[in-house]
C-alpha cells in the first residue's frame, strides 16, 4: 500500500452501494461548481457541474462524503499509475 493510500481512508474502504461521495474540483465565477461524484468507490466518478445551490441541494440528498486533499492525491497518482503505467506510483 503507498503512503497516499495508507492517508487516504476512502480508498481502502469495501464498495458500498450506500456510500456516495463528493470530491470539488472548482468553484467558477459564473456560479457553477465542477465536482466528481460516485457510488461505492470513489476511483469510478462521474463529473458533474451544477450552480451552486444545486450543488448543495444535490450533497445533502444524496448525504455524501467530501473527499479531503489527501484522499484526491491518493486518486491522482492511482489515475497516473493506470493511464502512463508508470512503476512506483502505487508502490
Known amino acids: 500500500m503507498s503512503k497516499l493510500q495508507a492517508h487516504a481512508p476512502a480508498l481502502d474502504r469495501p464498495?458500498?452501494?450506500?456510500?456516495?461521495?463528493?470530491?470539488?474540483k472548482s468553484r467558477r465565477d459564473d456560479g457553477f461548481v465542477e465536482f466528481d461524484f460516485s457510488?461505492?468507490?470513489?476511483?469510478?466518478?462521474?463529473?458533474?457541474?451544477?450552480?451552486?445551490?444545486?450543488?448543495?441541494?444535490?450533497c445533502n440528498a444524496h448525504d455524501v462524503v467530501w473527499?479531503?486533499?489527501v484522499e484526491a492525491a491518493a486518486l491522482d497518482a492511482e489515475e497516473l499509475k493506470w493511464?502512463?503505467?508508470?512503476?512506483g506510483l502505487a508502490e
Open 15 to 24: 464498495f458500498d452501494v450506500a456510500r456516495r461521495y463528493v470530491r470539488l
Open 39 to 58: 457510488i461505492g468507490d470513489p476511483r469510478i466518478c462521474v463529473e458533474l457541474v451544477m450552480r451552486e445551490p444545486d450543488y448543495r441541494a444535490f
Open 83 to 87: 493511464r502512463y503505467g508508470l512503476p
Open 67 to 69: 473527499l479531503s486533499t
